[in-house]
């Protein structure tokens, strides 16, 4: 069966340090991976999407950045962290077609 | 794509009632809706999906009610138990497009 991880769990960085959460798949090959912000008490906005190895979508310009080195590693980067980049991040992999998006269980991210 | 910038909706539901969360899509090409469950602290968990060639879909508990004309769709949990609080989110069929997500709280 299919897996998604994400770590670390919770993470505090101060302000201006740098940012790099992983995200890796098991039990399918070339999956669409998401990653996705969530702000306490609202919905989930997509940030960046990739299709294959070394594409990737922007869907909101920002501090942030991210990188797919293999076919089922995602990774989210910033290298100077705002306070305004606090949030819940998940990570999410699609099969295609008519099929749900499924979604690890988030990093919560506070920047102090 | 979906607005982020609203307050999530809340509904309060007593211990053994049924609950009925509702959300309108906007697109009317969409083939395929997706309801997903959300616990504090964790990442959203697939509760039932429903193709747009039916009406209808039934679960463990949950139903998915879809009406085309209007573009809306509602998940039904029968018997609310004090485990379904949560947030609640539809999805259309792109992942991108999720609703804003509706607060269900059980009141034991």
């Known amino acids: 069966s299919q897996t998604i991880h994400q770590w670390p769990a919770t993470l505090v960085q101060p302000v201006g340090s740098p940012l790099s959460l992983e995200c890796t798949v098991e039990?399918?090959?070339?999956?669409?991976l998401y990653w996705y912000r969530q702000a306490a008490g609202r919905g989930l906005q997509l940030l960046f999407y990739?299709?294959?190895?070394?594409?990737i979508s922007s869907e909101v310009p920002q501090n942030l950045s991210a990188s797919r080195p293999q076919d089922r590693q995602f990774i989210l980067s910033s290298k100077k962290l705002l306070l305004s980049d606090s949030g819940f991040y998940l990570c999410a992999w699609w099969s295609g077609g008519n099929s749900p998006l499924h979604f690890g269980n988030g990093t919560r991210l506070t920047v102090t | 794509g979906e607005s982020v910038g609203l307050h999530l909706p809340t509904l309060s539901v007593q211990e053994g009632d049924n609950s009925i969360i509702n959300c309108a899509y906007s697109?009317?090409?969409?083939?395929?809706f997706i309801w997903y469950k959300q616990e504090s602290g964790k990442g959203p968990q697939f509760i039932i999906d429903i193709r747009s060639n039916m009406d209808k879909r039934q679960g463990q508990r949950v139903t998915v009610l879809l009406n085309k004309t209007v573009k809306h769709l509602s998940l039904q949990i029968a018997a609310t138990q004090p485990g379904d609080s949560a947030v609640y989110f539809c999805a259309e069929r792109t992942p991108l497009v999720f609703g804003k997500g509706t607060r269900l709280s059980v009141i034991a």
């Open positions: 039990g399918t090959s070339n999956p669409n």
């Open positions: 697109n009317s090409a969409s083939d395929y």
């Open positions: 990739s299709v294959g190895i070394g594409q």
